[in-house]
Nanobody
């Protein structure tokens, strides 16, 4: 059983930056695609970013493109989400996820991912 643990969330002002991390506490995820999703209060969970197992094929939601960067360190079994130029509308609980065989066409579908972290709160003040 794979356990994903997110860290790095917090409170930041508009325009600030945060770096989220998602480590696998058990097992190796080098062959897994890794993704980030977020869920704001009273809203559905939405896709943020995804990279394939090699970290070379990356997809971003339009709302974060140019501001967020996903990266993967297979040696550390960890995926990162660097978030720059944060806006109040980025406020949400951020979840990392992992799954096998998640191609670009499926990247935005939460149901395709097999393992999920518990989430970390990101709050951007105006």
């Amino acid at each position: 059983q794979v356990h994903l643990v997110e860290s790095g969330g917090g409170l930041v002002q508009t325009g600030g930056s945060l770096r989220l991390s998602c480590a696998a506490s058990e097992g190796t995820l080098s062959s897994y695609a890794r993704g980030w999703f977020r869920q704001a209060p009273a809203k559905e969970r939405e896709f943020v970013a995804r990279c394939d197992s090699s970290g070379s094929s990356i997809v971003y939601a339009d709302s974060v493109k140019g501001r967020f960067t996903i990266s993967k360190d297979n040696a550390k079994n960890t995926v990162y989400l660097q978030m720059n130029s944060l806006k109040p509308e980025d406020t949400a609980v951020y979840y990392c996820a992992a799954g096998i065989g998640i191609g670009i066409s499926w990247a935005k579908e939460a149901k395709r991912y097999h393992f999920w972290g518990q989430g970390t709160q990101v709050t951007v003040s105006s």
